[in-house]
Every structure is written in C-alpha cells, then in structure tokens.
T-cell receptor
Framework: GAGVSQSPSNKVTEKGKDVELRCDPI?????LYWYRQRLGQGLEFLIY????????KSGLPSDRFSAERTGESVSTLTIQRTQQEDSAVYLC??????????????FGPGTRLTVT | DAKTTQPPSMDCAEGRAANLPCNHSTISGNEYVYWYRQIHSQGPQYIIH???NNETNEMASLIITEDRKSSTLILPHATLRDTAVYYC????????????FGDGTTLTVKP
C-alpha cells in the first residue's frame, strides 16, 4: 500500500517568508510525528499527534513553528518568518496504535528546506 | 527515553556479517530496543525491535544482553545497499513520539 508522503520534496525560500510543509500519513495510522534533521545530524523530535488528543508540542524550537492535523489524516507544519538556521530536512512519520501499544514508525521521504 | 551510545562509523566487507553495537545502560524495564536505518537522502526505515529476547526477521537479527544494557544488530550477509546510518533507540511502547534518534552509526559496506 501507499507509504507516508510529503510535499514538497524540496523548498527554497527567502529569509523572513513563511512556509508550509505537508504530510499524508499511512491510512489508518492514528499517530503522526514531525522531526527535523540538520545536515549530518540525527533526528530532532518536533511534535506528535495522536487521534483527537492535544498534540505534544514539546519539541517545537520556537513559536515560529506550528503544526495542525485534520482528524487522523493530513498534517501541515508551518514555519513563520523563516531563518537560515531553519534549513534542514523535515521528516514526517506515522504509526499504528493498538491497545495503547505504539508500533514502529513509518517515515516519509522528507522535505528539504533551504532558507536563503 | 533512555540514552543510547553507538560508534560513529564502521566498515564491513560485502558478503560478511555486519555487527552493530549499541549501549543503553539506563534502559528501563518497559523500554524496547528499536533499530532503524537511513539510506542517504531517504527517510529512516524500521528494521527490528525487541524487549529482552533475541529477535530475527528477514532483514536482521537483534541480540540483547541478559542485563539489557546493550544490544547488537546483525546483518548476516551485508550488501552494498546496506550502506546507511543505523540508529538504535530505546523507548517504552506506551510512549509515542519522543523517540530520540542520536547520531547513529554510519555503516559502509565495501566491495
């Protein structure tokens, strides 16, 4: 079946502009995660959604970052007033949950954001 | 989630077994060991996970020490396509989202 998809695959933007990154999780996966990966580094947790529960935003680096999710489907990560340090690959993942047991995460290909 | 320690890089000859170690000395009783890998320019891919027993699937084997303070991922017959960054993560399966992916081990499989 279809995996996690993300769009756009690449985004170049000027410093100070806002950007929106989209994630389509695997159908039926109720958990959705966003991570940031700077060049040559590991993944940095940003935010997590689970069903209708309040999202865990503890990883968002500043108030310029926000994310929304419509039900158990598409999610959008928005970065306002982009800065050069926001340049990174933004990865989305989803996972299934059954009886409070969280299964492995399936990752999308990522969106490479470059702020000039 | 417990912190893990992995060597930054390893080499392996094609066709030989690749053994990737991970230390997780502060692991809690309800935390699982997960392994993912990330091939260049792709998102991470799940490989295997376990709690305390050794596990095997079509991709790899996972050996967890009896005290659960360390584990080894084994790729039995490494191929050039196994060149990737391998991440070892420990987390409770009731705690979603905050998986901490460190810098991982860069495995280079050489012909």
């Amino acid at each position: 079946g279809a995996g996690v998809s993300q769009s756009p695959s690449n985004k170049v933007t000027e410093k100070g502009k806002d950007v929106e990154l989209r994630c389509d999780p695997i159908s039926g996966h109720t958990a959705l995660y966003w991570y940031r990966q700077r060049l040559g580094q590991g993944l940095e947790f940003l935010i997590y959604f689970q069903g209708n529960s309040a999202p865990d935003k503890s990883g968002l680096p500043s108030d310029r970052f926000s994310a929304e999710r419509t039900g158990e489907s598409v999610s959008t990560l928005t970065i306002q007033r982009t800065q050069q340090e926001d340049s990174a690959v933004y990865l989305c993942a989803s996972s299934a949950i059954q009886r409070a047991h969280y299964y492995e995460q399936y990752f999308g290909p990522g969106t490479r954001l470059t702020v000039t | 989630d417990a912190k893990t320690t992995q060597p930054p890089s390893m080499d392996c000859a094609e066709g030989r077994a690749a053994n990737l170690p991970c230390n997780h000395s502060t692991i809690s009783g309800n935390e699982y060991v997960y392994w993912y890998r990330q091939i260049h320019s792709q998102g991470p891919q799940y490989i295997i996970h376990g709690l305390k027993n050794n596990e095997t699937n079509e991709m790899a084997s996972l050996i967890i020490t009896e005290d659960r303070k360390s584990s080894t991922l084994i790729l039995p017959h490494a191929t050039l396509r196994d060149t990737a960054v391998y991440y070892c993560i420990v987390r409770a399966n009731t705690n979603a989202g905050k998986s901490t992916f460190g810098d991982g081990t860069t495995l280079t499989v050489k012909p």
